[in-house]
């Protein structure tokens, strides 16, 4: 039993690795947070599995033969060492993966070291569109537009605010999401760490038009991007 | 009212239709009045005579019924009718659409009705699946898909999970620990009769002008007060359906605490028992605040109150907080009754003594206590006080030891046992199965990192039916099979009910598991329409969730057929030792003729010629009435 | 199986005594349940107003000018909490077995709850502000609304026992039918202190 589950478990494991869980990383944030995915794998797979194989051998060691129909099992009411083991293993899988996941958090939310080069963008909810703000700056005034331009590899704060119900804006390939709540701002940070256009997806439920209250993310260069807000300074 | 006929003067259907209409006219006049004398230029508003008439129509379609009679005359301080037991028991089957105070007839009117509304919100998952089946518009525009989404979910949470178990329970428990009935039998009536209004309600709101409710079950404010009439059916649907489980609960834990058998010892009650009092607490501490919560949306509504107006200094986030206060304890509400169920089948199927029975019984009291710190763990990205998240992720987290108890306890159990491997048992083990997998993706999502990529997918949807389909609905059905020949005095069959189960297995899991895959990938939950990435896998999931629908007719089909013309059962076809077994099939009108004494464990599978209960033989019946006014009889 | 052919052997006309396995009465402990579920109603209530006055840091009365009479609830909450000592005199009275002093304290009860009813009342129509004038309006009305509502119902039950008591129920040895509603009403009480001491005068 101990060899099928280990092999199962293995196998499990590999198919999970094989398995193109998320959608391509495109975020500093993503690393800690699918490697923390990766680990969450290794840990489940081999329970569920214990579970299951416990289940299949008993089924098939202790299902009721012929002439047996009448009888019962060993009256057998507990043991112990036994539960204090299945209290005590779980007990501290759980800890630690408490603490590394706490660790995580921490990781992904974490300020950069120079605040004051973090961009600050304000999103802005409404059913069923998004809006983007830059602040003004040296170069010229504030920019309200409804494309979003980030550069990549400079850390960015989103302010994220509704002003009717609530929505939350959320890009996968970022892995970071948050409610857009009306009277509060919210926000998060991610570092862009892949070039490209990523669907920004409105991933609390607004009525509607929830299913298509989508705009794009464009991760672009520095020069790009200044070239881009330059362009909607003059603008508008 | 001497003019009109016997039919519509006695207490019944006929009677409540009656009343609920003079309830309408009620709400109609009561409107027009109030508006009038508050000068409003037009009298006649359809939204506030809707919302009155949902409020007062039921209730007096209640009287009409005859829920109150008794006690409107104990009230009036006439003298109530001796208890003639008229009230009780069911000789045709009209007595089940009556108020009827038996236990047993009431766990069979709410296992029957809960069913109907699985095959309904079942029905509205089809339909959903039908629309997803590719991406794009198909049959339902996106207003009457999340009116579909919001319905299935309500429905199937308040009007089958919640209530079936608590039917099973109502059945069983009574016999269970000794009790001639529950201890309010009129109560009892009563919730059970709260319910149908409860399910037309929210059903009904496919009809309301603006169309159904479509906020999701969790109806988040300002989504929820801002939306078309339809959605006051959920609000107040969800009063009646919640007034309804705690007037239950009440009544299991007074009957529970004061009915047991002599000899009954809390420590000799089947986990079955265990397990509903623990629900039965949760229910009573926690459903209050789903009421509130609904409290609040429906004033917010109807009387422009500003809870949740963030402009008016109203705060959102207050309605999340309250609501999964109830909600998520409401989880276990719904996971619990089975996790009891499961304890039944198991012992008697596997022929052994429940393993570490005390910490069975501890562990459902530890999830209950831990049930109440957790809630936040729904909010991790709603924007709260991010110091909640921590402690709210490591007491989720922590809700996983009990469980492992729980679940490596059954596997003990299952070890050198003599495992008969019929329905209620496959059932059983694929809920032990099914469960570890849906609880482990629970403490994936209790990693906040982790639920901050994926909640709001199509992760959470696996979660759920998961839990809730792989957890709950098999124990269930565990729990219908089992008690099946108890309750109707007939065998179903054997094989069409394997061929169920295995049906079941296989199409849930092709159904439920890619979703998980769907959701990491990105694609969002309540949506009629999604990237074509996910085309490919959305296909297969609904073809299978169709074949999992046509499982659950094979279900259908066995338990009709074999309801009317299946074999007799026997008094104890699984040689199970507990008290419901040692009653015939089904029960006699009042259980016993006199209560059992308990005399051991509930689970001595093992000990030769070991008992749970004796009956004595019964000594001058006569005294004995006289002494004991039954207890609840006359108790209000 | 022996058991089984006894239990179903006769058609019989009542149900056997239930053996009780407790020491609590069942409609005693039935309504302790209840008031536990309405405590935590009362303690949803009282969550909209921790989230809109402390989380939310609104300011509390007055608000845009408006005051909370707190003179006159603190009367009422006299009124209210004689009505409590009403409500036990009659009970002591019975359990002696006086049935005018069940009657004299029953009635004094019912008018007293009743007064308060009458002075929330007033009070709301005078008090210069509407629940949908804003939220701390709305927390206002919402938590003495519902406790409004209870007294309601309180007054219902004290209304029963009062029918009940002039005619001629009740006695030294039967009077649950006093005593249960009894605590639903000094619940209604304890609870108004609660609600008076957080929305007036804290
Ligand atoms: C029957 C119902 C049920 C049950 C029992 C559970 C049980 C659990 N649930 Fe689930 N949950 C739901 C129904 C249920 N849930 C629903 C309906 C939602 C969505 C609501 C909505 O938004 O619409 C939800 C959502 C939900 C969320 C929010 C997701 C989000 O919206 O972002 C989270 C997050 O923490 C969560 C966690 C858990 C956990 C940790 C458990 C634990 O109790 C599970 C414990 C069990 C086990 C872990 C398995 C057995 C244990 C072992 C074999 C021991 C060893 C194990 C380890 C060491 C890991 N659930
Ligand atoms: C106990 C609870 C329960 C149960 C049993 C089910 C059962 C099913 N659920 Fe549901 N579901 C929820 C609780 C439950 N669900 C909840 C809480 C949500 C979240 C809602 C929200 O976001 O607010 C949800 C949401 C939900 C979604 C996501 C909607 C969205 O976010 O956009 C989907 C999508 O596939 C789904 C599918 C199904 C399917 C296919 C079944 C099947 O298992 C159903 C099988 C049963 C039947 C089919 C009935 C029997 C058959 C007939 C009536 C005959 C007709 C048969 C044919 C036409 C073949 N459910
Ligand atoms: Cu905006 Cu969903
Ligand atoms: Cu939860």
Redesign the interface.
Known sequence: MIVVGTLASAIGIVLAYV?????PAGSKQAG??DT??HV?LIV?IP??VL??T??LF??RD???RPG?E??????????TR??VI??AV??TI?AC??VY??L??HD??KAPADPASELRVTVTGEQFAWHYEYPASAGGKAVDTDQLYVPIGRSVHFD?RSK???H?F?V?EW??????????T?GYRITPTRLGEF?V????????????MRSTAHVVTQARFDAWIAKQRSST | MPFMPPIVRAPGLVRGFVFFFVGACFAFGLSVVTRAAYHYSDLIDGDSITRIGMLAAPLFFLVGLGAFDYWFR????KPTIP?D?SGHGARSWKDYFRVNTDHKVIGVQYTVHSFVFLFIGGLMAMLMRAELAAPGRQFVD??TF?GLFSVHASLLIFLFVIPVFAGLANYVIPLMI????M??PRLNALSFWLLPIAGLMMLGSFFAPGGSF???WTA?A??ST?APLGQDMFTIGVQFAGASS?ATA??F??TI??????G?SFFRMPLLVWANFATSLLV??????I???QF?VL??RA?????F??????????YQ??FW?YSHPAVYIMMLPGFGIASEVIAAR????I?????MAFSLLAIVALGFTVWAHHMF???MQ?WI??PM??TT??I??PT??K???W??T????????DTPMLFA?GF??MF??GG??G??LA????D??V???YFIVAHIHYVLFGGSVFTIFAGVYYWFPKMTGRMFDERLGKLHFWLTLVAFNVTFAPMH?IG???M?R??????QQFAGLNLAISIASWVLGLSTLIFLYNIVTSWRGGPRAV??PW?ALTIEW???SP??????????TVVGGPY????PG?VHA??K??EV?AA??A??A???GD?? | ?E??A????H????????????R????T??ML??I???I??F???F??YF??RV??G?QWFPVDGHKLPVATAFVNTCILCSSSVTLHWAELSIKKGNRNGLRAGMLATFLLGLTFLFVQINEYVNIGFA??D??????F??LTGLHGAHVAIGLTLLA?VN??AF?G?FSPEQHR?VE?PGIYWHFVDAMWIVVFFTVYVL
């Open positions: 398995i193109h869980w998320f959608p800690p947070i923390l995915w969450l489940s329970i569920f579970v299951v416990v289940v008993a089924v202790f299902r009721v047996q009448l009888q019962d099992g060993p009256p057998i009411h507990g043991n036994l539960e299945w209290t779980p007990a759980i993966l408490v996941a706490a995580v958090l992904v939310e994220v009717d119900v609530l939350d959320w996968p892995r970071m999401k948050i409610d857009a709540v009306p009277g509060i919210t669907p997806v409105c991933a609390e439920l607004c009525g509607l038009g929830h299913a298509f | 104990w009230a009036a301080g208890e037991h996106s207003s999340n000794g009790a001639p009935d201890a309010f479509a906020s999701g988040y300002p989504l801002s705690i009440l009544n834990l007074v605490i004061t009915m047991r058998a002599p009954m009573v501490i926690a459903t209050p605040f009421a509130s919560s609040f004033l917010d009387l422009h109150f500003h809870y107006d963030a402009g008016q200094g109203g705060d959102v986030l207050m907080h309250v206060f596997s022929r052994k003594p393993f570490g029975y005390r910490m990205v709603s924007g991010s998240r921590v992720m490591v987290a922590i996983a030891v492992g108890i679940i490596f306890s596997l003990a299952l070890w050198q046992g003599v495992i008969h491997l083990l032990v199965t570890t997998l482990i993706s403490v994936v990693m906040i990192p982790i901050i990529h909640t709001d997918t895959l990491v990938e990105g969002p309540r949506v009629a329409d999604y990237s008094s104890n040689r040692q009653v015939s029960p006699p009108v009042f259980n016993f003729d006199t209560v059992p001595e599978y093992g000990i070991a004796v009956f033989t019964p019946p004995a009435h002494a004991a039954p207890a609840g108790g209000r | 199986m058991a089984a006894i239990a179903h052997g058609e019989h006309h009542g149900p056997p005594p239930a053996n009780r396995s407790s609590v009465d069942a409609s402990l039935g349940l209840f536990i579920s309405e935590m109603v303690g949803a209530f969550t909209a989230f809109i989380v939310q609104d629940p949908h804003f939220a701390q309006g709305s927390v009305y919402g029963f029918i009940r005619r129920h039918g249960i």
